[in-house]
Each structure stands twice: as C-alpha cells, then as structure tokens.
C-alpha cells in the first residue's frame, strides 16, 4: 500500500488531551489510554473515528467511561473504528491494550531490554503502544502514570515536568508528569528502570534554572561527562545563534544500548543510543567524541526545529530533519574548525547521499509518495536537506536568514507544518522569489553542472559557461532547471585574488555567481591577466561539477586560495584522476603510476605549518575505494580499484618518507588526553603519517609499536586497523587483534569496534572470518549495534570483501536480511540499503547481486520494510 502526499486531509476529530496509565509488566503491560475529542468543525458529522494500531489486541473500551457495546466498534490489529460518535460535544475514550515489552524485538513501541523498559516512537511506533491517531498533526498535551515494581525499576520518567509519585502497594510505586507543550504521539517518551545519573544544571537566557539529567547504565557515569558538556554548550548555541531558549523544568537523556537509531528528541526526555553518550579517552576516538557533540546538539535543538514545530505528515521529513542537521553543522563549525568541518560533511554528503541520489533509491527531499516511512530517514532527507536549507543561507545572507527563521519561530510555534511554510518565511522576510529555488525539494538527482573558462587578453575580460543538467531519477524523467548558487573566485598568477568591476550574463552577489538557466554565459569584466577560477567554494552548492582544470591551476588554488574547502577540494581535483587511471591500470596489468604534481601538492600540504593539523590530516585521506568507483560510474572491478589505490598510496608512502617521519615524531599530544578539536588534528595527523609509513616499511613492526605504546582509543584504533587491513596474517596483527579483545571483552562499543575493524579487512578471506565471528560468544545477534558493526561494515564498507568475484559476500547479505527480517525489519532493511548501487559492478558481479537480491525477493514473509527496498532496488 502506496501513501501519497496528495491524498492529505485533515483528521475528523480533534484531540484535545491525553492521559496515559502503563501498569509496566516485562510481558504484560496493561496500558490505558484517556483520550478526549471533538468533532472538528465542518466534519462529517456520521464519520467513525478510525485509529491505528499495529500488532495491537483491545481488552477494554468506554465511551464517557460507559462500555461500548460490541455494535458500536470494531477492532483489528492495526485499527480501532468507533461509530455514532457525539456530533458536537467533546468524548472521551478510554481504551485499554496489554502489551509484550520483552517480545519486542523490533525495537519500536515500548520494549525491554537489558531490565530497562523505554520507548521509541518516531515515526509509528506509538500505535504499536495504544490506539491512537498516529500521525504529526495530531498534536496535545499528555499526562502519563507509570506504576511498575518499586525494586526493579526505581526510576519512572516521562516527557514534560514531574508531578510527583508515591507508593501503590505491593512493592509497586507511581510517578506522574505533565508535559504542557502539545505534541505529536511521535514524541512521547516513557523509560523505567534502574539506571545511574549524572546532573547539572543550565540557567538560561531569561534565568531559569533547568535541570539536567543523564542517564546511563549503573558504573558508567563519569562517561557521561562529555556529553553533558556537550548539551550545556548547545544550549548556550541556540540561545545566542538562534535566539531559542529551553522551556520545561527539566531536561533528561537516556542512554540504551539497544537502539535501532542514533538518538530521538522526544520531548524533554531523549532517548540516546549509548555509543552517541558514553566516552572516555580509553574507549572512545576523536570521532566518536565528535559524534557525541553532533547528536547531542542535534536532538537537544529538535526541541524547536521538530517539536515545538513539527511536520504536518511524513513527506515534510526535511522540515525538521534537514533544517536540524544545518543547525548541528553549524554548531559544530562553531565548537571546532569550520573547514574542517565542511570537509567531513562534504566526504560524507558526497559518500553517502550522492550514491543515493543517483541510484534506484533516489528520491525528492520532500517525497510524494512511500511505502514505508521508515526507510525515508535517509541522507537525502537528513544530508541533502541540510544542503538545501544551508542554500537558504547562502541566497538570504545571514542576516535575511536570521530574520527568515525567527519568522518562522514567530509564525508557527505549535504547529505542524509544510516546507511551502517554510520556504514562505524566507520569501516574506527577503521579499526574494523562491519558487525556482524550492525545485530543491522537488526534484531528486544531484544536478551536474558544467562549466568552462576562457580569458580574452585583448578585453580582459573572463567569460565563464555553465551548463546544468539533472539526471532522470525513479519517477521523475524530466527535470527544469534550479537555481544554483555557486561560490566563485578568481585567482592571479601570484595568488592575489583578483575582483571584477562588473559582471554580465549572471547575478553575482558577494561571492555568489548565481546559476539559474539551463546555459548561461557569466562575463567578468576589468581581470587584469588570465585568472585561475574556483568554482562552487565551501560547497556551496550540493552538485557534481565538470571543470577541466590544469594540474598547474589546481596546484595554485591548493596553495593561496583563502577558502580552505577549496584548497581541500583542489587537492582532491588532483588526485582523482590519477586513483581513476590507477585503477583502469591495475585492471589490464599495467605498473600504476602518479603524477608528480599530485604528489608534490600533497606532501606541501602535509608539511605546511601554517595549515591547522585536522586540515592536512584531511587532506592525506584520499578518496576512498567506493569514491573511485563511483567516479568510474560503471562495470567496476573492486579488486582493481582496491590495487590500483594501494599502488597510488605506495608511491605517495615512498615520496613522502622524511615528511611522515617527523609529523610522526613532532605531532605527539603529551599530557593528559583531551578531546579538543586541535589535540584531535594532531592526532588524527599523526596517524596518517603512521598509516603511509606502514606503507612504505611494508612490515607491520612500526604500527606494533604504535598499538602497544598507544594510550587512548584513538591511537589504539589506528594502530589496529593498519594491522588489520594492511597485515592481516602476521603474528603482529594477530596479537593485537586478541589483544584488544582480551582487554576489552566487557565493554560492548569497544568490542563494536573491534568487530568493525575486523570486518573491514580488504580481501576475499574476510567473508570466512565474518562466519567465524559469528560463532563467537561475543557476537550479539539481537544488539543492533553489534549486527551494524559486523555485518553493516562489512556491506557497506568493505568493496573488495563483500564485493568478492564469487558472489559468496553477496549470498551471505541476502541470508542475514532474511534472518534479521525476522526479528528487526528496519535494521534489515537499512543494511539491505548497501546494495544500492549494485548496477555499477562489472557484469559477472552484477549478475551475482542481483541473484543475492532476487533470493530476498522471493521470500515469502518480507516486511513491508524489507520488501520496499528490495523492489525498488531491483527495479528496471
Ligand atoms: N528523529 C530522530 C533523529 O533524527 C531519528 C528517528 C529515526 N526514526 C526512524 N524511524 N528511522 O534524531
Ligand atoms: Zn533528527
């Protein structure tokens, strides 16, 4: 069953409040639900109320606290339909379902797991709870009771304020809350159990104290330190950035460690996986305290983008998730180092939204249609909704921005929206037309856009064409052209940068050049001598871009342009073409070989000690091997573009020895470890030069050397995984692989890591010790986390491994979705995802993915998650 954006309407009744009772029971959990409604004005006055359910049984019903009798309803698993409804006057409904929280392995309505009872909601998960009109724009305020087993669940919590608790007999107790703000069933949060606390408080703009609290596992408190430095920072953020304050008593977090997502922003009481909480040097990386920080910020400023507005139904996803991922962006810009920044988000953008983008799941920003909601919280949502709102910004101007989102604050606090609201904000605060722009939610494709330079001495004058085009995606053959806003600058010969007096055939604003036919000419006007162009600065807008440029122009760029995404960007504009002919190259046999001005621009960088540490760790990083091929774009060999790479990485090693050395030796952290964004870039440095030693050495010792003397979790990692990859067989590797076992046996995300690690080893061999990890008592079939870490890294992280040329990776894939179908169909699905771009292997590969595919395709009891993908992944 297809929904459709179109088929939109209003619900029938209103619901005014709702009061919730959970009687909490590890396999049977009496709920009652209190719910008063009024017809809405203009309804049908004959319509039935219809809710929804899912896997739900009805054990009481009472109309004004009367029993409906059985003519007068009717009750599914997945609905309730109550008929002859009061026409004018408010009702109340009370409905009473008993509920398996330990039976719940789907990880959606309210389960248990490891003695915690918690809940997760978004996005139809409270149907799975109570019969309910389970969707956004159904919007009150709740009271919840919570009676469970004083003992076992010491701790009782809720969304909004506490009201208070007492005893209720039999070694039972209660705690009731009220939370004020009127929301969406999506947001309601309920967590029981026993669990330790770590609490500090915030005062906020207008001076009110607010109360802050995390929760983690008992014994794991001082890990949550990070974290709530990290809040108290996003607080302080959005109250000076976006001028948003805090507006309950309390704010809590709940960290859980079966978790089928990142984090939720339910109302007051978010609920975390613990890998985005719990950190201390000896377990977590600089990646994972920056995760940390980006999660944290991004569920804490849900409580404006998301909850005090929300979306009016699914297909305004973007609404909140797109506008809240270009806050936590920006926050994080602000906390560390905004190119830096820019370059992640760009690496990952462009590694995971743009394969999206160009395959068989593709889809607009804002859909039309879905099948299932849950596999629309995708990077195209989240990512490239980001990208489109962060457009916003750049057409606005900050200051048109500010004044555009604080309308919208203005405008639609407590109330569930469109991004037509949206996008009107901007229109009335800018008096700009954003009808061209706003195709960005509308039209799927990552727009390519070609553009070339010419100088004309005689009038010296630079005359740029730009030509775009959008790709045919699923269901949209056709596409108009956008409104592209391009970053642009021009360069001298000496790095001065050089402004034109004028410039005709294109709006130019600031810096911003902006692209809105499908072909136009920009003039600019008074350059003094030919320039060299930079062109879509920052990113500044999501496209693939078609620019020849002259290793000698991208070297210059590389070096003097102010921008640093763009220097990043030059260096990456080098390299490509020599990764893309290395693996052609390593394909037929051919020795590998690299341009030396690639090389020479690299290691300058590297050495360069003017540029902060994270940048030139940045910039070592080369693309990695499903960059390559997606830049092949088509019957893609794995194992030649895994060759052809190393080769590159080789001569880079050898070129680069004396350089790697001393950043090695000069780019220690002494002291106590810190997490701080700089420490982080020395490190993050210093292990790429180990990772080109180890290159260059051929011989695991060194990196040996680096595991034992390592003494946080980044270092260890590194020194790992360049055993693991790079030596997989050698007495080194295989000490420190059960080593750091042996060491860190009980802590689950260290051990995640571990099996990560392991199941991205280059090579065929892998998929063998996959099978045999899986034997292992560590392994965790029903943690998300660990299925994730193993069989996730492998499927999407591993091209030569999954990819091997005898389609065992494959078949492999295809049986664990069936078997994780079984009890998780969103985690099967989502891994199921890495399949995407299966259509780009060289033939012989291509036919074993699609047999893999056709196996899961022929199952007979698919989810509708699992079935979803599948078809429109194999779709023609
Ligand atoms: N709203 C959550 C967040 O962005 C994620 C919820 C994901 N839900 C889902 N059904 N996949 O922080
Ligand atoms: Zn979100």
């Not at 920080?293 to 849900?302: G, P």
């Not at 076992?741 to 280059?762: E, S």
């Not at 008592?777 to 040329?805: C, D, E, I, Q, Y």
Request: glycine letters at 6%; one cysteine or more; aromatic letters at 8%.
């Amino acid at each position: 069953q297809i929904i459709h954006l179109a088929d939109y309407r209003p619900t029938d009744f209103v619901l005014e409040r709702v009061d919730l009772t959970f009687d909490l029971h590890p396999t049977e959990t009496k709920v009652e639900a209190r719910l008063i409604f009024h017809r809405r004005e203009g309804a049908d006055p004959k319509a039935p109320l219809v809710l929804d359910g899912d896997e739900l049984s009805l054990s009481g019903l009472l109309l004004d606290q009367v029993d409906v009798p059985a003519s007068q309803f009717e009750a599914t698993a997945e609905s309730l339909t109550v008929r002859d409804l009061p026409e004018s006057t408010p009702f109340e409904l009370t409905i009473t379902t008993v509920i398996n929280p330990e039976a719940n392995t789907q990880l959606m309505g309210l389960y248990r797991s490891g003695g915690i009872y918690c809940t997760q909601c978004e996005a139809e998960g409270f149907r799975r709870i109570t019969y309910f009109p389970d969707r956004p724009d159904v919007l009150a305020p709740y009271t919840v009771n919570i009676i469970a087993d004083k003992a076992a669940n010491p701790l009782l919590l809720s969304n909004g304020n506490f009201l208070g608790g007492a005893g209720y007999g039999e070694g039972k107790h209660f705690a009731a809350w009220f939370d004020p703000h009127p929301k969406p069933s999506y947001l309601f949060a309920l967590v029981a159990g026993d669990l330790g606390l770590v609490e500090d408080t915030f005062v906020t703009m207008s001076g009110r104290e607010v109360a802050l609290k995390i929760y983690v596992e008992h014994g794991k408190e001082p890990r949550a330190a990070y974290a709530m430095d990290a809040l108290k920072r996003s607080m302080k953020w959005d109250e000076e950035r976006f001028g948003r304050e805090y507006d309950l008593d309390i704010f809590m977090i709940v960290a859980v460690s079966d978790f089928n997502m990142g984090a939720m922003e339910n109302k007051g009481l978010n609920v975390f996986n613990d890998k985005y909480v719990l950190a201390d040097p000896e377990i977590a990386t600089d990646a994972d305290y920056a995760n940390i920080e980006a999660i944290i910020a991004h569920e804490y400023f849900h409580n404006w983008t998301g909850n005090r507005i929300t979306c009016r139904d699914w297909f305004q996803l973007c609404i909140k998730e797109g506008l809240t991922v270009y806050r936590d962006h920006e926050f994080s810009a602000d906390q560390r180092s905004r190119p830096v920044k820019r370059i992640a988000e760009v690496r990952h953008l462009k590694s995971e939204q743009f394969p999206e983008d160009s395959g068989p799941l593709a889809h607009p920003v804002r859909p039309t249609k879905y099948r299932e909601i849950n596999n629309f919280y995708t990077t195209t949502v989240y990512e490239k909704g980001s990208e489109v709102t962060r457009m916003i910004a750049t057409l606005l101007g900050r200051d048109l921005f500010k004044k555009g989102m604080d309308l919208y604050f203005d405008r639609h606090d407590g109330q569930a929206v469109t991004i037509e609201d949206f996008i009107k904000c901007f229109e009335d605060a800018s008096g700009r037309d954003l009808t061209q722009f706003s195709l960005w939610y509308h039209q799927a494709g990552t727009p390519l856009v070609t553009a070339s330079g010419t100088y004309d001495a005689a009038a010296k004058s630079f005359t740029l064409s730009l030509e775009q085009m959008v790709p045919a995606t699923p269901g949209q053959a056709t596409k108009e052209p956008m409104h592209i806003p391009l970053r642009t600058a021009l360069f001298a010969a000496d790095g001065a940068l050089l402004t034109p007096t004028s410039v005709t055939g294109a709006e130019l604003t600031d810096d911003v050049l902006h692209l809105t036919a499908r072909t136009q000419t920009a003039v600019f006007h008074d350059i003094p001598s030919r320039p060299v162009l930079s062109l879509n600065r920052s990113f500044s807008t999501p496209i693939n871009l078609q620019l020849s440029q002259s290793a000698k122009d991208l070297a210059l760029i590389a070096r003097y342009e102010t921008d640093h995404f763009a220097r990043w960007q030059a260096l990456i504009d080098l390299g490509l073409p020599n990764l893309l002919q290395a693996a052609r190259d390593a394909r037929q046999g051919i020795p590998v070989t690299c341009d030396a001005a690639f090389v020479d621009a690299l290691l300058a960088a590297a050495n360069d000690e003017s540029l902060e540490p994270a940048f030139r760790a940045q910039a070592l990083a080369l693309p990695s091997e499903a960059d390559i091929a997606r830049e092949l774009g088509g019957n893609n060999d794995p194992d030649a573009i895994h060759t052809g790479r190393q080769a590159i990485l080789a001569l880079i090693a050898e070129a680069g020895k004396n350089i790697f050395a001393a950043l090695y030796d000069n780019m220690q952290t002494p002291g106590p470890f810190s997490p701080d964004a700089a420490s982080a870039g020395r490190r993050a440095l210093r292990n790429a030069a180990l990772t080109y030693l180890s290159q260059s050495d051929n011989a695991p010792a060194r990196a040996k050397a680096a595991f034992d003397a390592a003494n946080n979790m980044t270092d260890l990692s590194a020194a790992l995984t360049i055993l693991a990859h790079r030596f997989p067989e050698t007495a080194e590797a295989k000490a420190a692989i059960e080593g750091f076992r042996d060491r860190f046996a009980g802590n689950a995300l260290v051990i995640d890591k571990w099996f990560a690690i392991q199941a991205a080893i280059p090579g065929a061999a892998t998929l063998e010790r996959i099978q045999g990890l899986m034997e292992t008592p560590l392994f965790k079939r029903t943690n998300p986390n660990r299925m994730r870490a193993l069989v996730g890294t492998f499927a999407f992280a591993n091209p030569t491994g999954f990819g091997r040329a005898d389609g065992a990776g494959y078949r492999f894939l295809a049986e664990e979705i069936l078997d994780i179908d079984q009890r998780n169909p969103q985690l099967a699905a989502r891994i199921l995802t890495s399949m995407r771009s299966w259509r780009l292997l060289e033939p012989v590969r291509a036919d074993h993915a699609r047999s893999a595919l056709m196996q899961i395709e022929r199952a007979g009891n698919l989810s509708t998650d699992v079935r979803d993908i599948v078809d429109r992944i194999l779709k023609e």
